[in-house]
């Protein structure tokens, strides 16, 4: 059964000057979620966004939003971010010491749940938890920075994880209308699209685009 694929465009790549604007316009370009980076410097070497930005665009729409933590010891800040809006906790493998725990927090918070590995993070890691997933997500760059080129190493990974998972499989990194469609054909149905849509004068085409 082929799954609709889902375009979640990332803030990160948006004009932050007007991010209210920026979020009202991709929505109503047909962005399936909202894609939403936190990290803190320290798991990733670059600082975003806190719960606090998060509570403020929420207002902006009722959009799914894709809290993805890229950060430290996540279990101590997912209540902050379901608080502040999030739809989605998505936090990394590798930076989690109590990944069952972290899960039964996010779940009793009544918000979906997802992990994330980095691209030479082997897929086995995450296989004893992929029953109490609503997603996984598969980073296809080095986690930290916007507009690295997609990994394409990571795809049989990909296709691996297709074969044992029937829930959401994310991308997230280098996408772009020909990585889509590798990413998507591997086992994909999640696209994290930053300056791919944000850089684009024209939204609505490219999300279909990456769509097709």
Known sequence: MTRETKIAPSILSADFS????????????????????????????????????????????????????????????????????????????????????TID??????????????????????????SDLDLVLVMTVEPGFAGQKFMLEVLPKIKELKERYSGDIEVDGGITEETAKKAIDAGANVLVAGTAVFGESDYRKAIEQLKK
């Open 18 to 101: 007007n991010l209210g604007r920026e979020i009202k316009d991709v929505v109503k370009a047909g962005a399936d979620w909202l894609h939403i980076d936190v990290m803190d410097g320290v798991f990733v070497p670059n600082i975003t966004i806190g719960p606090c930005v998060v509570k403020a665009i929420r207002a902006a729409t009722d959009i799914p939003f894709d809290v993805h933590l890229m950060i430290e010891n996540p279990i101590s800040h997912v209540e902050a971010f379901a608080k502040a809006g999030a739809d989605i906790i998505t936090f990394h493998a590798e930076a989690c010491k109590v990944a069952r725990q």
């Open 105 to 130: 927090k996010i779940k009793k918070l009544n918000k979906k749940v997802g992990m994330s590995i980095r691209p030479k993070t082997p897929a086995s890691v995450i296989e004893p938890y992929l």
